[in-house]
C-alpha cells in the first residue's frame, strides 16, 4: 500500500504563499495525483488534480492562484499557493488513484492556516 506524506503547510498572511510537497513511497508516474482540502465545519473539496500526463484541473476559486505540478523522478506532487486568503484557511490532504481500479490513497493532512 502506499504512503503519502505531506509538507509544506503553516501560517501565512493573506496574500502570501505556500508551497505544499507530497511524496509517494511509490511510484507516481502512471497515477493522477491531487489536492483536497477540508476547513472545519465544511465537506472534503478538491482543490486540483493532475493526471499521469502532466494534465492539470482546478477547482474554480482556485483558479489563477494554485499551481500544481508533478516530478515523476522524486515520486512527488506540488501545490503551489499564491495571492492566499483567509478562506483558503483548511486541512490539505494529498491523495493518488491507483488507475485499474480508481482506489484512492491518501496523505495524513498539512494544515495551511492564512491570517487576515
Known amino acids: 500500500q502506499v504512503q503519502l506524506v505531506e509538507s509544506g503547510g503553516g501560517l501565512v498572511q493573506a496574500g502570501g504563499s505556500l508551497r505544499l510537497s507530497c511524496v509517494s513511497s511509490?511510484?507516481?508516474?502512471?497515477?493522477?495525483m491531487g489536492w483536497y482540502r477540508q476547513a472545519p465545519g465544511n465537506q472534503r473539496e478538491l482543490v486540483a488534480s493532475i493526471s499521469s500526463a502532466g494534465t492539470t484541473t482546478y477547482a474554480d476559486s482556485m483558479k489563477g492562484r494554485f499551481t500544481i505540478s508533478r516530478d515523476n523522478a522524486k515520486k512527488t506532487v506540488y501545490l503551489q499557493m499564491n495571492s492566499l486568503k483567509p478562506e483558503d484557511t483548511a486541512v490539505y490532504y494529498c491523495y493518488i488513484r491507483r488507475p485499474y481500479d480508481g482506489t484512492m490513497y491518501w496523505g495524513q493532512g498539512t494544515q495551511v492556516t492564512v491570517s487576515s
Open positions: 511509490g511510484s507516481i508516474s502512471t497515477n493522477r
